[in-house]
């Protein structure tokens, strides 16, 4: 401030100090937030020495942060029991067996403490390495129960010299960073040389087995624990990575910590699906359940008492009764009377209910607030919680009450720093109390704060526009989603952002594209009978008809019906057929030519009963970028090869290779060359000329990822040197 000492002191103790961007264009957002709060009227207002080294290194100290505004520390009772269980499992790690640890209770229970307790003791004694993690119900990314855990596991490869990075990293770890992009952080990592593949499963295959090599290096140094939180709300996917993490023999030396909810574990998929990992009778692993049961009426009453020190031994008691042993209900009773608000409030209801009264005791603004941290459902930047309120800037301090009593948890309050709900059960009650009309405009604004940004995971930006019901938007951004799944090989959760995709398209290019993505997924996956079974719903609405399997008499009529249309033509002359102007039957022949490679390893002959169709349709209406399938398998495969017209089988080929050209169709040059080399020269041309036609499809297979056909073309040039004698 300027001016006069009088007027200086005065705007001072009135006004907010003008913050350091506004007289400094171009400081970084989180530093100017930092100096913008370390300036507040208020000191209570004002972030805390530990908070500010937080917000400066860019860690996440969440439990030095929370203490800020404490009265007092949050104390841990009971679980002697299970500290020994931990601890002996522990024991059996370092003996060098692979120990797997489920801890499971209901919500509230007091899991995390236990966890949290245990391996700040484990820490302490044994130097043991951690990687922690989380799982959110509401977050959709690929391989969510071990995606925390992965970016654990990056910092601390990242706090390693460049040789000890080196000597851990296993062969195939540019597969394992194609699934967790985050590891290319660590120079080691970025180094590496990618290696071909034959296909995404083998590929997935490879990126398991080095995430497991790269735990069993770690093991081998230190002492080794995993710990996922929250595991019920995990995907099949990482059960699937763990799984094989946990497979014997050879098993990596590792203690496996997980905890879930006891009321999920027969309806969580993640859950059932890595308990099918277990293996009673393999000495070199020890799988552990310790169930977290309410306290004890005494171990409940000596936290209550801590809880409630000076309070009269009735209110202890009350406490004792209505919160049977629940830690968390126990805390929030304890709450409700500190607040000063009588017994009779809250006797006999439920943890929500008590949970929503205090939201309700809350002040609007901070409300709110409250609201839409809890409508987001995971870790969010405090930039986009303020944008979906909606109300502009909001005062420092409404944060840091929320944190000091322990409904939020956050690393600080700049606008980059993420902030949740403090317990995952706060969030359920807020939520179900939550009118929908106020659900859809918190998701409504969440969605448009992450998409301004451009840089928001589209699985994220779907969940919330579909909660918001603009499913236009959810669509695009489940088949964004979904692409990006395939690529990180999170096969099942691809397969379900494409249905999701499918399901909100409205436009009907948008529907085929998506239907047409799905053929190829589960093509490339080997599930031909879903392949086709999706095909054959994609092109009923363009008015092509498919049978469920193979019927011959419905092939004739097809077949002869192409040899009328072809009767008396020159097949060279084929290529001077107009382009196809209805771009609805475009499309049709488009997903038609998509199903081949799925119906043919069905049975063959359903692969030609589909593909004669395309043949049809272009006699009828003119030739489009994908026909060249269709011709090829027509002619080359069947007339050529079936039926023995070796000549129209070569015509029909030259006729394919053309129409690819003529079109640029790369995608389907690998499938063309590879069949008109097989089929349609094999019978009157020399073998080099197949040769050459399959060193194409090895060269473009590559580039555009037809890995299928360029590996056939690999194992055909190999028999056609065989019997050239070539050495």
Known sequence: FRG?????????RNLDTPAPAELTPGIPDDLNGLCVDLMQRATEARPSGPEVLARLSGTNVASDVDAVGRPQALPFIGREKQLVQLADALEQMQAGKTVIAEVHGRSGAGKSALVQRFLDDACERTGAIV?????YEQESVPYKGVDSLVDALTRYLLRLNEWDQQCLTPDDITALARIFPVLKRVPAVARAEEKPFADLLELRKRAFAAFRELLRQIGQRQPLILYIDDLQW?????????????????APRLLLLVSYRSEYAERSACLNALAKARRTDDSSQSWQTLPVDPLSPDETRSLARQLLEGTAQDKVDWVVRESRGNVLFVYELARHLKAGLALSAAEGIALDEVLWQRVQRLPAEMRQLLEVVAVAGQPMAYRHIQDAVGQGPLPPRLLKTLRAEHLVRGAGASL????ETYHDRIRESVTAHLETATKKRYHNGLADSLESTGTADPETLASHFQHAERLDKAGHYYEVAGDEAVQALAFERAEEFFKLAASFASVESRLARVQEKRIHFYTNLARFKDAYAIGREAVGPFGVHLPPKFVPPLFAIDFLTAKRRLWGRDVAGIIDLPNMTDERMVIAIRLLAAMGKAAYQLRPELCIAVLVKVVNLCLKHGNTPDCAVGYMAFGSIFLGGVLGNHQSGYDFGKLSLTLVDRFGNERQRPEVYFVIGYFGTSWLRPATEAEQLWRVT?????????LFHTGC????TLLSWWMRGVP
């Open 234 to 250: 995990g995907d099949v996917d990482s059960a699937g990575l763990l799984s094989h993490l946990l497979e014997s023999p050879d």
């Open 713 to 716: 073309a690999c194992c055909a």
């Open 4 to 12: 006069h000492a009088e007027d200086v002191l005065r705007n001072k």
């Open 698 to 706: 090895h060269d473009v297979g590559l580039r555009v990822g037809d």
């Open 416 to 419: 980059n720093d993420e902030v």
């Open 131 to 135: 990687l922690s993690g989380r799982c």
